[in-house]
């Protein structure tokens, strides 16, 4: 089943076609070569990176969700400010389709941290989506949305604007995820003089605000607040 906050978003595309072949592909995200089939963790619960950004349980979902509302939020400039066109169905399936399989190449390690599969030795993400967007007929406009999505260091750079407001809107929230994370990773270590690991978005979100209203004592009092819920969460 379809997590709402896609279903939603996939709900957008007009193209039957397209909007078949999208949830069809979120639905089932796993990866066949050789006769086996790969299947990675659950889109739900993966997270989008394992360092730089989005790497924490859900971090996945939340990453396409915010990109797909920046994406959005980019066709609207585009069109109304700008007076350009945009093909807003192929805009919200190369978003949603972006990063299909970074799951698939992330496993729980022992200690709960997350690791890399076996598959991801062998190729990443962005080649496993391509052979798979061209296995099961997506349009090329789609392809190239979803090549182009690295800009400058993909295969490809962007050359649509739908592949322009995609690369754009992933590298925003991004970018975003990976400044609030490295922000209150150092408030935290300031206030409390210890590394807080498994820092989650609505985390330091929280401890960044804290900062703003209470100073160097609300941080602490955040930090601590964090810490004690993850013992609990623990025994
Ligand atoms: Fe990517
Ligand atoms: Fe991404």
Not at 11 to 31: A, C, Q, S, Y
Not at 57 to 68: D, F, I
Not at 110 to 127: E, F, I, P, Q, R
């Amino acid at each position: 089943m379809l997590h709402p906050k896609l279903r939603t978003l996939t709900n957008k595309i007009r193209d039957k076609k397209l909007r078949e072949k999208v949830i069809e592909l979120l639905e089932n995200p796993t990866f066949e070569i050789d006769g086996k089939i790969y299947a990675g963790l659950p889109l739900e619960i993966s997270p989008a990176g394992l360092s730089h950004h989005h790497c924490y349980q859900g971090g996945y979902l939340e990453h396409v969700v915010s990109s797909a509302n920046m994406a959005l939020a980019l066709c609207n400039t585009i069109e109304k400010i700008y007076g350009g066109k945009v093909n807003r169905d192929l805009v919200i399936a190369g978003i949603l389709l972006h990063d299909i399989f970074k799951p698939i190449t992330y496993t729980v390690n022992k200690n709960g941290s997350y690791g890399k599969t076996s598959l991801a030795d062998y190729m990443d993400h962005l080649s496993i989506v391509i052979s798979e967007l061209v296995r099961k007929g997506f349009p090329l406009e789609v392809i190239h949305i979803v090549s182009a999505h690295h800009g400058e260091y993909g295969p490809i750079r962007p050359r649509t604007v739908e592949a322009l407001i995609c690369h754009l809107a992933d590298l925003t929230d991004s970018r975003l995820d990976n400044e609030i994370l490295s922000a209150a990773r150092f408030l935290a270590r300031r206030a409390v003089g210890e590394e807080l690991f498994g820092l989650t978005s609505k985390e330091a979100f929280e401890i960044i605000h804290s900062k703003s209203v209470e100073g160097w004592e609300g941080v602490a009092k955040t930090v601590e607040k964090i810490m004690s819920k993850r013992k609990t969460r623990k025994a």
